[in-house]
């Protein structure tokens, strides 16, 4: 793509305060963008080829909404933490392993997308986020939940597609957790905490495509309590 090109995505950008490149092929963050750090609230370089998200990402103070889907990033660099007006964070389809120590310090995050990365576990930066309305970590290779998920704020969490065989009951003292997505996964029945059922704010369980036949889910103890919260939900979405 020509500078001409670029010139003319900035100069609108520069009135909109969105600067949307996408499919492009670039393989860097365009450095030109330096340039309006104060102006930008939206960032959207997805379908592209880039492999590294520079430092002077932290710079865009006034950003709401960041989208680098299907790029090549391998690590997020500690200045994004700094974003404190970022809402709405998408990286699916990266190669992410991990998040930056300093994530939980976006605290004005309410959507984060992760999908199809390298994530081996639920980052434990995710419980700082107060915020946090929805989480999709599905297509990772997470293998258990840990208890530290019990402090999550998040209404969704999506997890499906991943190679869960262990969550700890602790997730069933999330204290907004409304959707549970645990679709496709390497569950046993005997893994699921009853507790979800009978004793959390989880009014939708979706978990299709694991070790046993759901029939058996509706056998387990706690499970009218859960349809009980599923079906007043339900009306109060009809």
């Given at each position: 793509m020509g500078n001409s090109a670029l010139k003319a995505h900035l100069e609108t950008a520069q009135k909109t305060g969105v600067f949307q490149l996408t499919g492009k092929g670039l393989t860097e963050f365009p450095e030109d963008l330096q340039k309006l750090t104060s102006n930008l609230r939206t960032i959207d370089l997805s379908n592209n080829k880039i492999e590294v998200l520079p430092p002077l990402i932290g710079k865009f103070s006034f950003l709401k909404s960041l989208a680098l889907n299907n790029n090549k990033l391998t690590a997020l660099p500690e200045e994004l933490c700094k974003l404190k007006k970022l809402e709405t964070l998408h990286l699916n389809g990266n190669h992410l392993r991990q998040l930056p120590a300093a994530f939980g310090q976006l605290s004005?995050?309410?959507?984060?997308?992760?999908?199809?990365?390298?994530?081996?576990?639920?980052?434990?930066?995710?419980?700082?986020?107060?915020?946090?309305?929805?989480?999709?970590?599905?297509?990772?290779?997470?293998?258990?939940?840990?208890?530290?998920?019990?402090?999550?704020?998040?209404?969704?969490?999506?997890?499906?597609?991943?190679?869960?065989?262990?969550i700890s009951v602790q997730i069933s003292h999330c204290p907004r957790l409304k959707v549970?997505?645990?679709?496709?996964?390497?569950?046993?029945?005997?893994?699921?905490?009853q507790s979800i059922l009978s004793d959390s704010q989880i009014s939708l369980l979706a978990v299709e495509g694991n070790l046993f036949e759901i029939k058996k889910l509706r056998e387990l103890e706690g499970y009218d309590k859960y349809m009980e919260r599923f079906t007043a939900t339900k009306k109060k979405f009809a």
């Open positions: 004005a995050l309410k959507t984060l997308s992760l999908s199809g990365n390298q994530l081996r576990t639920v980052p434990t930066q995710l419980c700082g986020l107060r915020q946090l309305d929805v989480v999709d970590l599905s297509k990772n290779q997470i293998q258990n939940v840990p208890d530290t998920v019990g402090e999550l704020q998040a209404i969704e969490l999506n997890l499906n597609q991943n190679q869960i065989s262990q549970l997505r645990l679709e496709e996964n390497c569950l046993e029945l005997s893994m699921l905490p």
